[in-house]
């Protein structure tokens, strides 16, 4: 593969809007192919564009595309983008973002390495810093999400208040929150009261470093200075 090859590039979106907008803009520029899926199969592509449930079917699938699979999504939730990476996805950006970054993260697949938005590496940074919770803080947690108080969770799973009050503080210490209510806004952008296991760091960190030297998005080229139009405003103005 070289870098002066057009990258043929497949849309399995969902939105159907989002579909059309992505392929009329990449359509535009020299460096990209459209491919057409056909009734039956997908067609041989170098990199498919897809939101994060049709991705993670095609990935599931094995198809003969699915090892290039980039997912374009709303959701910045780290527990969706570390479940994504650790299935094989190659690429996470967000809805929103530059064109510059979308074709940058489509040249950084297509040469084999990963690509990740500024905000998704940022997410993937925190969780791969933070202390896992353990089962038990992870109880605890789900049931300051639902406003509980402290001795009404010590009925609940039949622990001692005080058991129950260093759990809390445990957990307040590893979301480096200062109360209870930031704790839970935290761990639900996190995403890490739907999913929250020791081994999920352990398990990203195996996947990225199976990637070996892969470039991230932005080694490739440097980032825009000012990001002057995003993926959604043009889509916009088609």
Known sequence: ??????????????????????????????????AVAGALRLPPVDVVIADYDSGLRMIAAGASNSRRVMILTH??????????LEQGARGYLLLGCSLQDLAAGLRSVYLGGIA??????????????????????????RHMMLGMSNKAIASKLTLAVGTVKTHVKS?????????????????????????????????????????????LLG???PPPSALISNTAADIRRI
């Open 116 to 141: 990740l938005g500024p905000l998704v590496a940022s997410r993937i940074a925190d969780r791969m810093k933070q202390q896992a919770l353990t089962r038990r803080e992870g109880d605890i947690l």
């Open 75 to 84: 959701s910045d939730s780290e527990a969706k983008i570390c479940h994504a």
């Open 171 to 215: 957990v307040l210490e590893k979301l480096d929150a200062s109360s209870r209510t930031q704790a839970v806004s935290i761990a639900q952008r996190r995403g890490i009261l739907r999913e929250d296991d020791d081994g999920a760091a352990r398990s990203l960190r195996a996947s990225l470093a199976h990637l070996g030297r892969a470039p």
């Open 219 to 221: 080694e490739l080229q």
């Open 1 to 34: 593969m070289r870098l002066n090859d057009k990258i043929k590039v497949l849309i399995v979106h969902s939105d159907p809007l989002i579909a059309a907008g992505l392929e009329a803009t990449l359509a535009r520029m020299r460096e990209f192919e459209m």
